[in-house]
């Protein structure tokens, strides 16, 4: 069973900074694509940052480019959304999800993931 665990999330002020950690469990690490979504209330939920530890390719959206780092301790099974330079927009619920990484055509994106942990509050004052 494809289990996937949030943390890290919390208030902080705009300009700082906030580490998340999604601890997975249940499938082969280096077959799988980790991602970290997010929903701000009334809005989609939209793709942050998306990783592939078998080829290290990322992917991150427009909006989090040079502020945002994912990376992993693959011994730990474990994916990471470093988050620098925090904006109040910045606050939503953040989600981390899998997918088998054939299933992106080897291509790393945040499109179509389809094993979803529980979301983790993020909220930047301002």
């Known amino acids: 069973e494809v289990r996937l665990q949030a943390s890290g999330g919390g208030l902080v002020q705009a300009g700082g900074s906030l580490r998340l950690s999604c601890a997975s469990s249940?499938?082969?690490?280096?077959?799988?694509?980790i991602g970290w979504f997010r929903q701000a209330p009334g809005k989609e939920r939209e793709g942050v940052s998306c990783?592939?530890?078998?080829?290290?390719?990322?992917y991150y959206a427009d909006s989090v480019k040079g502020r945002f780092t994912i990376s992993s301790d693959n011994a730990k099974n474990t994916v990471y959304l470093q988050m620098n330079s925090l904006k109040p927009e910045d606050t939503a619920v953040y989600y981390c999800?899998?997918?088998?990484?054939?299933?992106?055509?080897?291509?790393?994106?945040?499109?179509?993931?389809?094993?979803w942990g529980q979301g983790t509050q993020v909220t930047v004052s301002s």
């Open positions: 249940g499938f082969t690490f280096d077959d799988y694509a």
């Open positions: 990783f592939s530890s078998s080829d290290g390719m990322t």
């Open positions: 999800a899998a997918t088998e990484y054939y299933r992106l055509g080897y291509t790393i994106s945040c499109h179509e993931y389809n094993y």
